[in-house]
């Protein structure tokens, strides 16, 4: 006779011990700073503090983009939020994001200076701020938003739901597993029907859209994250192969992976960076 394992809910949930799992230590139902934490501060026009997770390399990717398109107002100071340690959660990064996650930017060339979380609006708000990346045409401007906020609301069942289970639960459970699978690969397949058909989601034009998509489904066709390249079969999705492949080709997109990664052969010089000529 097999245990029953399944789940009856409490009437009210109660926060009474850690969920397991990789993260399972950081993870709290409440917000707000849990240690007072001065972040450090630069001289450039922008003061990014992330880490070179998939949301934080987009936005790396959009600032070595600008700098490659001579926007000497897109400098930026780079500092490392070590998420597994809790920096996220210090006070002075909890003032520039209440939401305590990665990526968080702060414009000190405006009056007062701009805070923006979030990493769609990060990539929206500089396109905007440096015309670039970023259609003029309505109809354009709207399938770039819509491919943007698609990435938006789609990356969370590839990053908290698939990836969380596969490969960070405490215990590999099939219905999750799988529920999530499904899903990625629904995701895999609209970019794949997409791309069938378009050079970049939007049509001719690199933008802020494939930048954005680029950090999460790239990532995935590309370098295997989660160990789950074979599981999800990605190569069988070629037209996003050859577009992130095309992406990642870009010295812009190879430089912004590199910033704030603190982890692999790479990190004694890469930990921060300071000014563009830290990749010369």
């Not at 819509?146 to 960070?168: D, R």
Request: hydrophobic share 40%; proline share 5%.
């Amino acid at each position: 006779m097999s245990e029953d394992t399944s789940y009856e809910p409490p009437q009210v949930w109660h926060w009474d011990k850690e969920s397991g799992g990789k993260f399972s230590s950081i993870n709290r139902p409440i917000a707000g700073a849990t240690h007072e934490h001065t972040l450090p501060v630069g001289e450039h026009p922008f003061q990014l503090y992330s880490l070179a997770t998939p949301n934080g390399v987009k936005v790396t990717v959009m600032l070595e983009e600008l700098l490659a398109l001579g926007k000497k107002g897109a400098e930026y100071d780079a500092y490392i939020i070590n998420i597994g340690e809790g920096d996220q959660f210090g006070s002075g990064f909890v003032d520039i994001n209440p939401n305590s996650k990665i990526p968080a930017l702060l414009d000190r060339s405006t009056t007062p200076q701009t805070r923006v979380f979030e990493s769609g609006a990060i990539l929206l708000y500089l396109a905007e701020k440096f015309d670039a990346f970023y259609p003029k045409d309505a109809s354009e401007k709207a399938e770039c938003l819509s491919w943007l906020f698609w990435q938006m609301g789609s990356a969370p069942y590839l990053g908290g739901g698939f990836g969380h289970f596969y490969a960070y639960a405490p215990e590999k459970w099939e219905y999750p597993i799988n529920r999530f699978a499904m899903e990625v690969k629904r995701q895999l397949d609209v970019l794949n029907r997409n791309l069938s058909e378009r050079q970049f989601l939007c049509g001719d034009e690199y933008n802020i859209s494939d930048m954005a998509n680029y950090a999460w489904y790239g990532a995935l066709v590309l370098h295997d994250i989660y160990a789950a390249s074979e599981f999800l079969d990605v190569a069988s999705y070629t037209h996003v192969v050859r577009w992130a492949k095309e992406i990642e080709a870009r010295p812009a997109v190879e430089r912004g992976r590199r910033v704030n990664r603190a982890w692999g052969p790479e990190e004694t010089r890469l930990v921060e960076r300071h000014s563009a000529s830290d990749f010369d």
